[in-house]
T-cell receptor, first 113, second 115 residues
Framework: DQQVKQNSPSLSVQEGRISILNCDYT??????FLWYKKYPAEGPTFLIS?????DKNEDGRFTVFLNKSAKHLSLHIVPSQPGDSAVYFC????????????FGKGTRLSVIA | DAGITQSPRHKVTETGTPVTLRCHQT?????MYWYRQDPGHGLRLIHY???????DKGEVSDGYSVSRSKTEDFLLTLESATSSQTSVYFC??????????????FGPGTRLTVL
């Protein structure tokens, strides 16, 4: 049973425009959420995170929004750049629980120049 | 970049043979993890370790075993490789259990092909 879902396998966006990547979760006990970015032939790298006590977290061009009632989070990239083209993984955990990170299947973002 | 290396980086083997993948860290982090990445499945946890000789199963542990005799090394063994274990394997480390002040750092991956 998939606890973290990224329903869009791929997304194409024009350079300079906004990229919005979505993630849904089913486990109401999740209280910490992360986004990882992965380039081909490399390991994933941490991008940004958000705790369930917040509804927004910003880091430069990257903003993550959390809607706990809808069990939904999104990653906004503004403006999108060709170097942002990668696979983005959403992950979730129970900080005070006993379960490791649970990852979604990933969304491949292509930023077109 | 976190000091994580994986060896080998690429391996082709035959069904039924044993295979061991090695993860080595220089960060002295307590937690180490093995994931596999497959198209349509994302990253799935195989096993993890929370200290020397302390390991636990992840989501897809069948057919895999692990060992951690030193803080810096975490070995993943396929006792008898099958074609369904063809995948890219990633090792990750973290200083603490998942928290708002820590995250996992991933190695470069090992591409394993089982013929």
């Amino acid at each position: 049973d998939q606890q973290v879902k990224q329903n869009s396998p791929s997304l194409s966006v024009q350079e300079g425009r906004i990229s919005i990547l979505n993630c849904d979760y089913t486990n109401s006990m999740f209280d910490y959420f992360l986004w990882y970015k992965k380039y081909p032939a490399e390991g994933p790298t941490f991008l940004i995170s958000i705790s369930s006590i917040k509804d927004k977290n910003e880091d430069g061009r990257f903003t993550v929004f959390l809607n706990k009632s809808a069990k939904h989070l999104s990653l906004h990239i503004v403006p999108s750049q060709p170097g942002d083209s990668a696979v983005y993984f959403c992950a979730a955990s129970e900080v005070w629980g006993n379960t490791p990170l649970v990852f979604g299947k990933g969304t491949r973002l292509s930023v077109i120049a | 970049d976190a000091g994580i290396t994986q060896s080998p980086r690429h391996k082709v083997t035959e069904t039924g043979t044993p295979v061991t993948l090695r993860c080595h860290q220089t960060e002295n982090h307590r937690y180490m993890y093995w994931y596999r990445q497959d198209p349509g499945h994302g990253l799935r946890l195989i096993h993890y370790s929370y200290g020397v000789k302390d390991t636990d199963k992840g989501e897809v542990s069948d057919g895999y075993s692990v060992s951690r005799s030193k803080t810096e090394d975490f070995l993943l063994t396929l006792e008898s490789a099958t074609s369904s274990q063809t995948s890219v394997y990633f090792c990750a480390i973290s200083e603490s259990w998942v928290s708002s002040t820590d995250t996992q750092y991933f190695g470069p991956g090992t591409r394993l092909t089982v013929l």
